[in-house]
């Protein structure tokens, strides 16, 4: 598991192009769960294979609850994405 913020890209992220290293020469792309996260909870979590975003993502509301899942294959949005309500009181 990395923060997004020990890894490099390269490419654009609005057109499904980008792609993940594990070093600034991009030469190894990463395998694994990328997290962001604050000082208290995780934002968000994805997968990536071979440096592009492959399987499911999980995006959390500010309380650490499920905002939304969606499933991605070569860095773009495949089949049914699900949003949850922010039951926290």
Do not use: C, R
């Amino acid at each position: 598991m990395k923060n997004i913020e020990e890894l490099y890209t390269k490419g654009n992220s609005h057109t499904g192009e980008t792609i993940y290293y594990l070093d600034k020469e991009l030469v190894q792309p990463y395998k694994g769960i990328v997290i962001d996260e604050d000082q208290k909870n995780i934002n968000w979590e994805f997968e990536v294979v071979d440096g592009k975003q492959n399987g499911i993502e999980k995006v959390y509301y500010s309380n650490g609850n499920l905002e939304q899942i969606s499933e991605y294959k070569s860095n773009l949005q495949f089949g049914v994405s699900k949003e949850y309500d922010d039951l926290a009181e």
